[in-house]
């Protein structure tokens, strides 16, 4: 009997610990996308999370391979609650990197970065 209540607090223990983290807004789909190589470049970067984002709390950055910050801000539209926008600047032939740090609407940060590459015309 000790055994199964055991097991069974052991369980309830893991699943409430987890609950939170499966509520949090990760990264879903991203336009261009990680590891892309895009023979035009993009005129806009789009991220889809799994849950609500709040664009105001939010923020995504293109940044050139050396670092520096080509385009920075994040645009969110009521009807899609997942999605933020970044226009993008001109990009030459290159890699670059997007990187984001959103406020979920259940009040966790989710970072994280990606590269994409614009290739040189043939």
């Given at each position: 009997?000790?055994?199964?209540?055991?097991?069974?607090?052991?369980?309830?223990?893991?699943?409430?610990?987890?609950?939170?983290?499966?509520?949090?807004?990760?990264?879903?789909?991203?336009?261009?996308?990680?590891?892309?190589?895009?023979?035009?470049?993009?005129?806009?970067?789009?991220?889809?999370?799994?849950?609500?984002?709040?664009?105001?709390?939010?923020?995504?950055?293109?940044?050139?391979?050396?670092?520096k910050i080509l385009a920075e801000g994040?645009?969110?539209?009521?009807?899609?609650?997942?999605?933020?926008?970044?226009?993008?600047?001109?990009?030459?032939?290159?890699?670059?990197?997007?990187?984001?740090?959103?406020?979920?609407?259940?009040?966790?940060?989710?970072?994280?970065?990606?590269?994409?590459?614009?290739?040189?015309?043939?």
């Amino acid at each position: 009997m000790r055994l199964f209540v055991g097991a069974g607090l052991a369980a309830a223990f893991l699943w409430a610990g987890a609950a939170p983290a499966l509520s949090h807004s990760f990264l879903v789909e991203a336009s261009p996308s990680s590891k892309d190589h895009v023979a035009t470049p993009p005129k806009t970067v789009k991220l889809r999370f799994g849950g609500g984002v709040e664009p105001p709390y939010s923020n995504l950055t293109i940044q050139g391979a050396d670092g520096k910050i080509l385009a920075e801000g994040a645009v969110g539209k009521p009807e899609t609650p997942r999605e933020l926008t970044l226009d993008a600047p001109t990009l030459a032939p290159g890699r670059y990197v997007v990187k984001y740090r959103v406020l979920s609407t259940d009040g966790h940060i989710v970072e994280g970065n990606y590269e994409f590459t614009v290739d040189a015309p043939q």
